[in-house]
């Protein structure tokens, strides 16, 4: 099961599917987290689940350089977007098979992880897989950012029980083009805090997108920022 990548590949390659600017919710990470809190504003980024590198180039200008950006998506199209993009480094970025290892990609290790709106795709063994290897690639006291989705999303379309391997199908989802793609939500924040062990909890929150269309409902994430 590929999940949601036939969704996405064809966002991607038939609807210039991408983001153009950063999301608020990153934009205020760096302000107030990284730079007022924390003062870290240097070293290796990892942007997993890059897609177009919209945020990859947001933290490499916004710190003048100090922070360098590697990065891993699914969807096989997007090589020729970074190829084509002067601000990215090609081979810093990297096309992975869904679920699949990425530890022995990079040559450097990462003083950040950064993980928007796509860890929640992953079966329960393929998550705790891809935590353990951030940490692994991890410097110490490096930080980690991560948003997961909460079962308050999308309810008109949620069916059926969690499964075993933790997710949860989603029909007609309004943002793959109404295919069904499966989700593994995180309910409350003691959750959300045991599913990024063994990293340290330094902050956590929630945010909400703005919804343009009324069918899709609440769209709530939770945001998790922790240290190694």
């Not at 860890?119 to 980690?144: H, R, V, W």
Request: proline share 4%.
């Amino acid at each position: 099961m590929d999940n949601s990548l036939s969704g996405y590949t064809k966002k991607y390659d038939n609807e210039g599917y991408g983001l153009q600017y950063p999301d608020g919710h990153v934009i205020r990470f760096y302000e107030r987290i990284l730079k007022y809190k924390l003062n870290k504003t240097s070293g290796n980024l990892l942007d997993f689940g890059c897609g177009n590198g919209v945020h990859s180039k947001y933290f490499q200008d916004i710190t003048g350089g100090g922070i360098k950006a590697y990065g891993l998506d699914i969807v096989p199209s997007l090589e020729n977007t970074w190829k084509n993009d002067p601000k990215l480094i090609t081979e810093n970025f990297h096309v992975i098979a869904p679920n699949s290892s990425f530890k022995d990609l990079f040559n450097v290790k990462m003083d950040f992880i950064f993980a928007n709106q796509s860890l929640y795709y992953l079966p329960n063994e393929s998550f705790k897989q891809t935590i353990d290897e951030f940490y692994q690639l991890c410097n110490d006291k490096a930080i980690i950012f991560a948003t997961m989705i909460t079962s308050k999303a999308y309810q008109e379309f949620t069916t059926g029980n969690v499964s075993e391997n933790g997710l949860m199908e989603v029909k007609s989802s309004p943002r793959i083009n109404g295919e069904s793609t499966y989700i593994n939500f995180t309910n409350n924040i003691e959750e959300l805090k045991e599913k990024f062990k063994p990293f340290k909890p330094l902050f956590w929150g929630d945010y909400e997108l703005i919804n343009l269309y009324n069918f899709e409902g609440s769209v709530q994430h939770f945001i998790y920022i922790g240290q190694k």
